[in-house]
């Protein structure tokens, strides 16, 4: 069976994971942790990130963006996740790009890096307890992307238009990663909230309810449908 090499709360893993399980392909995930690599990713992926695919014949493939486009042009017999006309597809791609950018770089990577990530790493490589200026500032700016994702919400079917795309799954790989640690304000933000609430409900979702971080449980709304 081909295998993923992933971290639970790193958001291009979970990309691959909710679009592997909407094309219903299936895959073994192998654990990794991105603040020490083993020895078998560095072999895999020089530069030692996740997400990593390796398929039956040993051939590993990897960085996002090229995993996304080689999972659509292998794996998508149930339905493309980047369809329309080229206009409609280029959207598809600057969501996804927004995402995996500004988003990241704006709230994923500093809320996840000080909350998660540094809990787990030793002291003398930046281990400890977070640096909270960086986890609130992350949080004031997550309030901006909800408003974006909520207009975008009430103005199409989906993200990019009239159909799930990969863009969906991005905006729920991001934002599941910090739904886990309970830190989106849900309520502050109906249309956000009711678009993630559709997608949660999706069985390519279904998988990821069952996540856990070894001493970090889940937040009490991160498996409820309803939340």
């Known amino acids: 069976m081909p295998r993923l090499h992933h971290f639970t709360l790193d958001p291009y893993s979970r990309r691959m994971r909710l679009a592997l399980n909407e094309y219903g392909a299936e895959a073994e995930l192998r654990d990794e942790e991105p603040w020490a690599p083993s020895a078998d990713l560095?072999?895999?992926?020089?530069?030692?990130?996740l997400p990593v695919f390796v398929e039956d014949d040993g051939g590993a493939v990897s960085g996002v963006e090229a995993l996304s486009e080689y999972l659509e042009?292998?794996?998508?017999?149930?339905?493309?996740l980047i369809q329309g006309n080229a206009r409609d597809r280029a959207e598809v791609?600057?969501?996804?790009?927004?995402?995996?950018?500004?988003?990241?770089?704006?709230?994923?990577?500093?809320?996840?890096?000080?909350?998660?990530?540094?809990?787990?790493?030793?002291?003398?490589?930046?281990?400890?307890?977070?640096?909270?200026?960086?986890?609130?500032?992350g949080l004031d700016l997550l309030k901006a992307h909800l408003d974006y994702v909520g207009r975008l919400a009430d103005g199409r079917n989906w993200l990019?238009?009239?159909?799930?795309?990969?863009?969906?799954?991005?905006?729920?790989?991001?934002?599941?990663?910090?739904?886990?640690?309970?830190?989106?304000?849900?309520?502050?933000f109906p249309s956000a909230k009711a678009w993630f609430q559709r997608l949660k409900s999706r069985p390519c979702y279904r998988p990821l309810l069952t996540d856990s971080v070894r001493g970090m449980p889940a937040s009490q709304s991160y498996t409820d449908l309803d939340f």
């Open 93 to 137: 791609r600057r969501l996804v790009g927004w995402f995996d950018t500004k988003f990241y770089a704006e709230v994923a990577e500093p809320v996840l890096t000080e909350k998660v990530v540094r809990r787990f790493m030793p002291k003398e490589l930046g281990g400890g307890s977070p640096e909270m200026t960086r986890v609130r500032k």
């Open 42 to 49: 560095f072999q895999l992926n020089p530069a030692g990130t």
């Open 160 to 188: 990019a238009g009239d159909h799930l795309s990969l863009a969906d799954l991005a905006g729920a790989a991001h934002l599941s990663a910090i739904d886990y640690i309970g830190d989106v304000p849900w309520a502050d």
């Open 73 to 80: 042009e292998t794996r998508n017999g149930t339905g493309s």
